[in-house]
């Protein structure tokens, strides 16, 4: 391993540990986004080795992204984008067997759309908590102040 790519680890494993639930589920996302791309690029020029691995890695995280759902939170939102994904799963299983590279151009597609939705919703996110943030601090700031209320006159008699 180079020192760049030990870098390029340290970083990512850095970005892993500090990020939101959200935000890893987005990592997921744009990971398997681009082992699809690079096994669908191994099916085009023929690379079983590339084809192997993008696909396989790709697999492994729509995997997870199943496994990783609450469907306590939302059943039936959570058995919808379950079977979706096991629907690309399923699909990237036969595109490597028939090495159908248009398969795969049918999953990146349903993985773009899915990291568009997510990059919305962690837009979407992010501005809620701002504006929380800033109705917290606001109602302090433009409380009206009556003079003297909460303090005690200052004497010097004791």
């Not at 919808?80 to 036969?94: D, G, H, I, K, P």
């Amino acid at each position: 391993m180079t020192s760049s790519q030990a870098n390029a680890n340290a970083y990512l494993r850095t970005q892993v540990m500090s990020a939101s639930p959200e935000q890893l589920r987005m990592m997921l996302i744009d990971g398997a986004l681009k082992f699809a791309i690079q096994g669908r690029d191994g099916i085009v020029s023929k690379n079983h080795e590339q084809t192997y691995e993008g696909l396989s890695q790709c697999r492994a995280i729509l995997t997870e992204l199943m496994t990783s759902m609450k469907p306590e939170e939302a059943p039936e939102l959570c058995e919808r984008v379950r079977s979706l994904y096991a629907y690309m799963f399923q699909e990237l299983v036969t595109a490597g067997m028939e090495n159908d590279a248009a398969k795969v151009d049918g999953v990146i597609e349903l993985l773009k759309f899915e990291q568009e939705t997510w990059r919305m919703l962690l837009d979407q996110l992010h501005e809620e908590r701002q504006s929380a943030q800033s109705s917290e601090t606001t109602p302090r700031q433009n409380a009206p102040q009556t003079p003297g209320a909460g303090y005690s006159p200052l004497s010097i008699e004791g």
